[in-house]
């Protein structure tokens, strides 16, 4: 059952958006990245992404053991693609490295005492995100490539078309804003001011 729920404008400039008081999405006794939550937990993001990235595997791998049978053109081209996916997912540590480094914490439920505005996040106010983003659009790649080697495969095309889009939803409607009521809540200024710079998802503004 939901706690509490609390509607705003929490993204200046970018419209409207839906902020939630959760213990899923927050921890109100860690006031600091000091302070640890008090019981183990995932972070929401790392289940959303975990979860996505399941999804994917389930429906990908069947049809991809039977596309490889077609040979090289199958085989090359795919090996590729699943290259540049894992990379995203190692770029996503080394985002969070980055930002631990600064003293922030990637967990949305620990509050951390510091806003970090440099690196991959002088271009995204969530690059974390980004990456996954891009992973997904290219798991869909991966999957629309076997597609062209295999009859009919729904799954694989649900999954083509359906899970970068819940992605993204899911996040730029729920998990985003309700971080960025925190940060704003805890760095008034520093967010309002990097916020006006900085797009959610990637881009500097003038």
Not at 69 to 76: M, R, S, Y
Request: charged share 15%; aromatic share 14%.
């Amino acid at each position: 059952m939901m706690r509490s729920r609390r509607f705003g404008a929490v993204d200046q400039g970018c419209g409207m958006g839906t902020a939630f008081e959760h213990p899923i999405f927050d921890e109100p006794t860690a006031a600091d990245a000091s302070q640890p939550p008090r019981k183990f937990k995932f972070a929401p993001t790392f289940v959303i992404d975990i979860t996505c990235s399941a999804v994917c595997l389930l429906a990908i791998t069947p049809a991809w053991k039977v596309a490889l049978k077609q040979g090289w053109i199958v085989g090359l081209p795919t090996a590729l693609l699943m290259g540049v996916i894992l990379v995203c997912y190692f770029g996503k540590t080394a985002i969070i490295s980055h930002l631990g480094r600064k003293g922030g914490d990637a967990r949305t439920y620990v509050k951390s005492s510091a806003l970090v505005t440099d690196g991959p996040y002088g271009w995204s106010r969530h690059p974390t995100y980004v990456a996954a983003m891009v992973q997904f659009l290219l798991w869909s790649a991966l999957a629309l490539y076997i597609q062209a080697f295999i009859p009919w495969n729904f799954a694989l095309l649900g999954a083509a078309f359906l899970v970068p889009l819940a992605f993204y939803l899911v996040n730029d409607i729920v998990v985003m804003p309700t971080e960025e009521a925190m940060l704003r809540k805890l760095h008034p200024r520093d967010f309002d001011a990097y916020a006006a710079k900085v797009n959610r998802w990637f881009g500097r503004r003038a």
